[in-house]
């Protein structure tokens, strides 16, 4: 994970949504599938002031996955927005598919206008397919309170 990131708002387990027919199943993906247990899990922080972009006043969250085995296929996919008067404004998506990696992270950045406030909400979907099994996990958080856009974590500007 990035030295910038944010407070964790939550990890899960990747859930075990189907297996296709006459492939090969891997032993650790036909262990997790008879224990009901995950292979891979997915996180995802706050959305934060960046503390290395090389811009600054920037807002950014991560999105990580950390599998056990290495899957086949896996791919993160997010959202980041922002609160206003009239509901949730989008400001930038981004996805990202691996094939052969355990560990990887997704990063959504958007730049922010000085001394503005506001409530962010960031969205993931992780997908991995081990095996014949595909798991799969869904998240959604926003900042409890709004945050203050500055040039760097800890800034007053």
Wanted: glycine share 10%.
């Amino acid at each position: 994970m990035a030295a910038d990131s944010g407070v964790r708002a939550e990890t899960l387990d990747l859930v075990q949504q189907s297996s296709r027919p006459g492939g090969v199943a891997s032993a650790a993906a036909e262990e997790a599938a008879a224990a009901g247990a995950s292979v891979c899990r997915g996180g995802i922080d706050y959305p934060h002031i960046s503390g290395n972009s090389p811009a600054p006043y920037t807002i950014n969250t991560h999105l990580d996955q950390d599998c056990r085995v290495v899957p086949s296929q896996s791919s993160i996919e997010g959202s980041l927005y922002r609160s206003r008067w009239f509901g949730w404004e989008h400001l930038v998506s981004g996805q990202d598919a691996k094939a052969g990696k355990a560990k990887w992270s997704l990063f959504l950045n958007k730049g922010c206008t000085r001394g503005d406030w506001y409530k962010y909400q960031a969205t993931g979907r992780f997908y991995a397919l081990v095996g014949t099994t595909r798991w799969s996990a869904e998240f959604r958080n926003e900042n409890p309170s709004e945050i203050k856009c500055v040039s760097r974590p800890g800034a007053s500007d």
